[in-house]
Structure formats: C-alpha cells, structure tokens
C-alpha cells in the first residue's frame, strides 16, 4: 500500500479554495494510485470562511515555514505575486527537497530559471501548468505531447479580458472604453487594467511557453509588447469586411535573425481556428514542423478552471513523474535576446485619415512603392451628408485603409514617416499586424 501524497497548500482564495474541492474528489487518487491529502494549509487570515472543509488540516501562519515542514511531501503555493513570500516559500521547499506545484506565472516569468534549476538540484519537480491559459494542458501538450517535435511558431490569446473586451467591440460595435467599463462591473478586469489591456500578462504566459517550445530561457523582459488600448471600432469594422477580426495574440515564431516573441493586437484570417475564440475564453494554436496547426481552446480562468490544471499538477508527482520544468535540462536553455521587431515579416493592416486634396493618393502611392510595399487591397471611405460612409464629399479627412502584402516592419515605418512628413495625413496612423494561417 503506497502511503498518501501529503500536500501543503498556502493560499485558499479563488484558486486555492476550489484545489479542495477538488482533491477531495475521487478521481485524482483513482487516476494517481495514491490517495492525495492537504494536511497542512496557509493564507492571510486565519479566521475567514472559505466555504471548503480545513477540518483535519493544520494551519501553519508563515508560507515559508509551510514550505519546508517535514509532515508534507509536495507544496503548492496558490499566493500569487512575483516575490516573497511566494518565492522565499517555493525556494524553501525545493530546497527541502519537496516538489511544488504553482500557478504563478509572474513569479515563473521573473525568477523561473532560478527555481527551474533549484529544482533540478534537489531532484524535485516543480509544476506550473496552471500558469498559463489555465484549464488548456498546453504546457504537457508543449512539454511531453510534442517531445520530439520541433516547433515553428506558437501563438495564442492568453488573456481572457482582452478578448472578451474585442468581442463585444466587434459584435456591438461599442468602443473599448465602454467594454471595459463592463469588464470591471463583471469582474474580468481588474480596477486597473493596465497590465492586462497592456499586454503585459500575456507576455510573461508567452514567456514561459516559449521557453518549453524553443529551448530559451525564459525571459519577458525581451518581448515585444503593445496592448489593445488604441483599437477603435472602426479597426474591427474594417477587419470584419475584409476576412479577418483582431485578437491579442502572444506570437513565439523561430526566424532566421533569432526566436521573435511578441504580443500585440493581430488580424487572423476569420477561418482560423484561433479568430473562432470568443470572449474569456483562451486557446492557443502550436505549429509543429511537419504538421497541421493543433489549436487547444478552454478556459484561461477562474477558481476551478485553474484548480484543474493544478490537480494535475499534483497528480503527476503522485504518480512519481517528474519532467525537467521547462522540458529540457535547465543549463541547456538558450538566451532568446530581444526580437528585432524592425525585422519582423508579415502583412500590415494599415488604416490612415487622409488629408482630401489632389495628388494625396499619389503621394501615399509612392512612399510605399519607395519602400517597396505592395498592396493586396485599399478601401476608401467617403462620410456622406447624413454621416453615412460611401457618398461622396469633398470636405475632411478620408479614412483610407490599406492592407499589405509580406513585408518588413521596418519599411511600413519609414513609409509612415515620410507620409507624416508629406503632410497628407491627419492625425497618426493605425497599423495592425496580419498573422496567416500557415
Ligand atoms: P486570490 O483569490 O487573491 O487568493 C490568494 C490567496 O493567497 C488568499 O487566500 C490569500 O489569503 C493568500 N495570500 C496572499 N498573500 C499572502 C501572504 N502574504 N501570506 C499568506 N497568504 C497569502 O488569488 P487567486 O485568484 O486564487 O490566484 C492565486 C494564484 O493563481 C496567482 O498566482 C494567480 O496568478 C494564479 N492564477 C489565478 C487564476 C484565476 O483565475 N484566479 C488563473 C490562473 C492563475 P486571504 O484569503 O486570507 O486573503
């Protein structure tokens, strides 16, 4: 008879309250072979009602002295945050030579080399696939379902507030502000938004899969981040009309400069698994060498979504399988260096307030062709007497928007400057990046 796994658990909010719930259940020990028991617990205040059974636990009041009790075998820290004490805690139980589950993935995207070989060292695991897209197993598929696959490109809305803010701009046509008003009255966005609109959570749940896709160390501070803020209505007009919608996407693509990581507001053509994606929901599209696209869907959020993947997690170190943290051994990552963004290939969705005097089409023309751009398709619209777009007027601006063929970053900017520079637009230009279907 295999003696039960004994798990600490230091945390018991959305996440951490619904980790009981579901280990008490029958299907981990079933599934594990070993029974699975939370025997010691930690969170801020003692006294609150979490609404699960702690009967039979024991409250230990420092994360860290948790971490490294001899009455547990695994610790899980469901804290959160990039610092102490979640670190001090999960770097007090690898070196206690106990494996850790976390779902913490501003701490993984900071510090998770630094704990990948601490872990290694002490011959534990440490499990984060909660981290990332939540209920999605993307990081196993990557990890141990791709094993000997190597990957072109990864990409994937990551961030559940971004996209259900772009879906109902897209199908209500109501502008950001409005949306994420509602995001925050429903509690899927936080009363400050920014490191959400912002891109910045995707990139640290890029980070960490790029790091498992291509061998690099993981490293957020080298991506490439532009959020959703300065989408307008008319972009996921525009878009609509012309076959695509725009998605938050988080990008890793191997080039021949170099591993490009990137997050940003991106048109996908509307037949893509990943332009399907609407609202909270997350999915994440893996381009294998060799292979069609495989895109995974699901929930990125919320107390049991995450609770699963975390299960998981623990269910894994039950079974007694223990995975290197990001899928090779941790001295044999890469340094990935920050993506040239100049250098970036692909089409350019394009959307400018032309100024409306003669030869300003003409100019437009020739600074792209100087850069060598080639258009697959311009679309000019007229505000007519009552506001509506298509009957000609000879007053205002124009909004004129223009999609490219592949091209390079660095020439849609120079061909923008000297645009400006013509004085033939008013205000800045909106530019979207395409991403294609392979
Ligand atoms: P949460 O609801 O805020 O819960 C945090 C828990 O940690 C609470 O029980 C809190 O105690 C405890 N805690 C916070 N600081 C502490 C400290 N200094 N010492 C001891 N306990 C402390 O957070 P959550 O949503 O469950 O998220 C937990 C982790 O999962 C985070 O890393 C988050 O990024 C990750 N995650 C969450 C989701 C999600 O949908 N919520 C999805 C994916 C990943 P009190 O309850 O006493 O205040």
């Known amino acids: 008879m295999v003696a039960p796994l004994k798990v600490g658990l230091a945390g018991l909010g959305t996440v951490g309250a619904s980790v009981v719930r579901l280990i008490g259940g029958e299907q981990l020990a079933a599934r594990s072979g070993r029974k699975v028991e939370i025997v010691a617990v930690t969170a801020r205040n003692k006294g609150k009602d979490r609404g699960v059974d702690l ?111 772009l879906t109902r701009m897209e199908q209500e046509k109501l502008s950001f502000a409005e949306c994420l008003k509602d995001a925050q009255r429903l509690g899927y966005a936080e009363a400050d938004p920014t490191f959400d609109v912002e891109g910045y959570d995707t990139a640290q749940k890029l980070a960490i899969l790029a790091s498992i896709a291509f061998g690099t160390r993981v490293d957020s501070d080298s ?72 895109t995974l869907v699901g929930p990125g959020a919320g107390g049991l979504a995450t609770a699963s993947a975390v299960v998981a997690d623990i269910g894994d170190i039950a079974r007694g399988l223990r995975v290197a943290p990001f899928g090779r051994a941790t001295d044999s990552l890469t340094v990935a260096g920050k993506a040239p963004m100049q250098l970036h290939e692909g089409g350019y969705y394009i959307r400018l307030l032309a100024v409306d005097k003669p030869g300003t089409a003409a100019t437009i023309a020739t600074r792209l062709a100087e850069q060598d751009i080639s258009l697959e398709s311009i679309v000019q619209r007229h505000i007519g007497p009552q ?45 979207i990046r395409i991403e294609k279907n392979r």
């Open 55 to 165: 009967s039979g636990t024991r409250w230990i009041d420092d994360p860290v002295a948790l971490a490294s009790d001899p009455g547990i075998d695994v610790f899980v820290e469901l804290m959160g945050g990039e610092g102490d004490p979640a670190k001090a805690a999960i770097g007090a139980a690898l070196k206690a030579k106990k494996s850790v589950v976390t779902a913490n993935k501003a701490l993984l995207a900071k510090h998770g080399l630094a704990l990948a070989e601490l872990a290694e060292r002490n011959g534990v695991a440490l499990n984060f696939e909660a981290a990332v897209a939540g209920a999605i197993p993307i990081i196993k598929t990557l990890r141990e379902g791709f094993a000997g696959n190597s990957f072109a490109r990864i990409y994937g809305i990551l961030n559940g507030t971004c996209n259900y803010i």
């Open 223 to 294: 991506i490439y981040v532009e959020g959703i803020s300065s989408i307008a209505p008319a972009d996921l007009a525009a878009a609509d009309e012309l076959g695509y919608r725009i998605k938050l996407l988080g990008v890793a693509v191997k080039t021949e400069s170099g591993i490009e990581q990137r997050v940003h507001p991106t048109m996908v053509p509307k037949d893509s698994a990943i332009a399907q994606v609407m609202g909270v929901t997350n999915a994440v599209t893996v381009d294998a060498e060799g292979i069609a696209p495989i």
């Open 387 to 431: 506001g509506g777009s298509d009957a000609k007027t000879a007053a205002g601006p124009v909004p004129v928007i223009l999609i490219t063929y592949a091209t390079t970053e660095d020439a849609v900017r120079r061909a923008l400057d000297a645009v400006k520079a013509d004085r033939v637009i008013s205000g800045e230009p909106q530019l």
